[in-house]
């Protein structure tokens, strides 16, 4: 039964967030019953999961009506995922990305003031490991996003800001996903590897002023190159 539940899910959330069902389309349960060939109780429970999302809404004699891309919970896992693998991936990553522009430079600064020992010496051991990776060639490959991952949710962590620890989910999910549609290059840019280690090093030092500068300069240097990527277009 979950696993029904959570196909019904996943292809109605997919094809609402792809656009195929508008901001004002109708279902009814039954009409979803038998599109799907699911039972009354699998269909109530993928419409409850895609309300807590805000995807949709159900009313009393009216049915259950697609909500406005402004009511949808833009941080839910499930949702990122659906934009990511339909048409408006290039959407999603720039919005994930202009977040990242926002909060990152912000999580060094308070990083440089409030890492402990252990994770200033860890950040430092996660961006030489992610140079030398990246250095040999393999941009693209699973370790090298392991380690790219592990460093930025590191510094979020480090910021010991709440909220933007709580930012850690979107911010893999687009270096994830960058992954997944094959945008990053075999070697990184020039200056990208550099950058996570001057961020390390500023962060280590206690330099928030030059944790934040080196930070900024990462994140737009990432964001142009998901703006000007022609694959996303």
């Known amino acids: 039964m979950a696993g029904i539940h959570s196909d019904v899910t996943d ?25 799907y060939g699911a039972s009354r109780t699998v269909v109530r429970e993928a419409v409850r999961v895609l309300e807590s999302l805000g995807l949709v809404a159900s009313r009393r004699r009216v049915g259950i009506t697609v909500q406005p891309r402004d009511c949808w919970d833009a941080f839910a896992p499930q ?17 994930l990305m202009e977040l990242r522009v926002a909060v990152e430079p912000t999580a060094a600064r308070l990083a440089a003031l409030r890492a402990t020992p252990t994770q200033r ?15 040999a060639g393999h941009g693209t490959s699973d370790e090298f996003l392991a380690i790219d991952i592990a460093f930025h949710e590191l510094l979020l962590r480090a910021s010991g800001n709440p909220q933007l620890i709580a930012l850690r989910n979107p911010v893999r999910d687009v270096l994830a996903g960058r992954a997944r549609l094959g945008l990053n290059p075999r070697i990184p840019a020039p200056g990208t590897l550099e950058e996570h280690e001057a961020v390390a090093e500023a962060i280590s ?15 737009h240097g990432v964001w142009d190159e998901i703006q000007v990527d022609d694959s996303l277009r």
Request: cysteine-free; overall charge negative; glycine content about 8%.
């Open 11 to 35: 292809d109605l959330g997919a094809r609402i967030a792809a656009g195929e069902f508008p901001p004002g389309s109708v279902f009814t349960l039954a009409q979803l019953e038998h599109d």
């Open 79 to 95: 949702l990122i995922e659906w934009n990511l693998q339909g048409p408006f991936r290039r959407q999603q990553l720039s919005a």
């Open 121 to 135: 010496a860890e950040l430092r051991r996660l961006a030489a490991q992610l140079r030398a990776v990246g250095e």
């Open 205 to 219: 030092d206690g330099d928030a002023a030059a944790a934040e500068r080196h930070s900024r300069s990462h994140m």
